[in-house]
């Protein structure tokens, strides 16, 4: 479903855009709010659902998530409202969870089952039949059919049968969580185990029924800038075409700034000093102090290591995250400056939320979130007159944006002060790939490497808060990488800065 624009995507879209003009405006939040369920779904006929009444319920649920609240259950007696006089605080931090299952719009999906199809043909052979282990599939006029009661879901009779007619089927949101997180309730709904969740976002873009969201912070940003706040946003290198291919870093820096941001940086920047902190560890303690080092700046991998893999905490980077480093970098110019992180990512939201990082960066806004802001305001982002993008950052560095991009960068930096010392890495995306390469290290077989680990299946690209197909979005980032004026990390003129950043 990624990079395909769905009416879930439509919905989502048009309630960021929403929240965000309600936010711009000075009317009675409270009131707006119980109105625009309606608003976003006119009439009385149901488009998506067995009931125009449902989907206003669930759209409710999720103008709450956005506006930072939490769901309510079906059983709640309360208006969409309760709450929001809390949100209408700059400084307000959304309280976890951050992945929400609406409950009532989740369609019970089945866990796992394996079943056979109308494309059944009842061939002569019967193969499925013959490689059942459990004797679980009978032919009933003339076709196969499954005992879901004797099927143990091994699949063997899906790769026997010659027409693709027997299919295995899994619960879309449980097969993109990486970290088995997600089960059932008592009524067969999607839940979550909060204790194994690193808010990735992957059941977010992958629930075919939009049941699932995360907890947004527009409405903050907003007030934030409302109330005369300095605002910088730090974009995240994976930007690149999210807004549209007509839409330039300088038409992007024009934007933001009509929209009442103070000023635009590349978070790449952060990259580079990150790239380089890594290099410098890798050096000094790899394997001498260290067996491997993992990398740092995805944070959903990063806890899933330390959380899986507790006795080897110690072996994933301490550098801090590109996110963090750009923050500070601002902060260390500008002290009085809130920063506005904008990026791919859903997990970076958790990161900030991490009392050691709030006073770092103050807010997290996802490419899709920030679209909403360019609709709220009518910005015409392909059009409107360029100002010269704040282009400081390596190739490197914008690397970071791709699955591979971080080992590189490091290795590039270690290469450039060791020259003939061999670095050897292991990488890998999607957090099951991930969970099974700290496997692998914990079993030895990757003593002295760099790991690099990618939560999201091509890296940042493929983050839950992009808009274009992750394929695209790599081979863009790449040209767009391509042009920068230096080409390591170790050419950017902020590592003098580096060791304050680190206190």
Not at 223 to 237: D, F, I, L, S, T
């Amino acid at each position: 479903m990624r990079g395909v624009y769905t009416s879930i995507t439509e919905i989502r879209r048009n309630i960021f855009t929403e929240i965000a003009r309600m936010a711009y405006g000075d009317g009675d939040y409270a009131k707006e709010i119980e109105e625009l369920p309606f608003k976003i779904l006119p009439g009385e006929q149901a488009q998506y659902r067995d009931s125009i009444f449902l989907e206003r319920a669930i759209v409710g649920e999720r103008l709450r998530l956005a506006m930072g609240l939490p769901v309510r259950t079906a059983a709640e007696s309360a208006p969409i409202s309760k709450g929001i006089e809390e949100c209408t605080k700059p400084e307000t931090y959304y309280e976890p969870p951050l992945i929400n299952i609406i409950k009532f719009a989740c369609h019970a999906c089945p866990e796992k089952r394996v079943v056979s199809t109308e494309a059944c043909q009842g061939c002569l052979g019967h193969p499925c039949t013959v490689v059942c282990p459990k004797d679980a599939i009978h032919i009933v006029n003339g076709r196969s059919v499954i005992d879901q009661d004797k099927c143990i879901k091994c699949g063997r009779c899906v790769s026997a049968c010659p027409y693709n007619a027997i299919i295995k089927q899994e619960r879309p949101c449980m097969a993109a969580c990486g970290v088995n997180a997600i089960g059932s309730d008592e009524y067969g709904r999607a839940s979550i185990d909060y204790n194994k969740c690193v808010s990735c976002g992957m059941c977010l873009v992958n629930c075919p029924f939009g049941a699932i969201a995360d907890k947004s912070q527009i409405f903050q940003l907003i007030q934030a800038m409302k109330h005369g706040e300095h605002v910088y946003a730090a974009v995240a290198p994976a930007f690149v075409d999210q807004f549209g291919p007509k839409v330039t870093p300088e038409k992007l820096r024009a934007a933001m700034k009509a929209l009442g941001f103070t000023d635009v940086l590349e978070v790449a920047v952060g990259a580079d000093l990150c790239a380089a902190e890594e290099a410098r560890d890798f050096v000094e303690e790899v394997p001498e102090k260290l067996p491997f080092m993992g990398t740092s700046c995805c944070p959903a991998w990063s806890v899933m290591a330390k959380q899986q893999f507790p006795e080897y905490a110690h072996c994933i980077s301490m550098a801090l995250t590109p996110m963090v480093l750009t923050g500070r970098l601002i902060k260390m110019k500008h002290p009085n400056a809130k920063i506005a992180f904008i990026g791919p990512c859903a997990a970076k939201k958790l990161e900030a939320m991490r009392k050691s990082i709030r006073s770092d960066v103050d807010f997290v806004l996802t490419f899709e979130e920030m679209m909403g802001l360019f609709n709220a305001k009518n910005i015409d982002i392909e059009n409107i007159e360029e100002e010269e993008f704040l282009s400081e950052s390596s190739t490197d560095g914008r690397n970071f944006a791709f699955s591979g991009g971080v080992a590189q960068a490091v290795v590039n930096c270690i290469k450039q002060t060791h020259p003939d010392m061999e670095v050897k890495v292991a990488s890998a995306q999607g957090l099951e790939e991930c969970r099974k390469m700290m496997m692998m290290a914990k079993a030895g077989k990757y003593n002295g490497y760099l790991l690099e680990g990618m939560a999201c299946p091509g890296g940042c690209v493929a983050g839950a808060g992009t808009m274009v197909a992750p394929e695209k979005t790599a081979v863009s980032v790449k040209r767009y990488a391509a042009k920068a004026e230096k080409r390591f990390c170790t050419e950017t003129d902020y590592l003098k800065d580096l060791e304050r950043l680190e206190e």
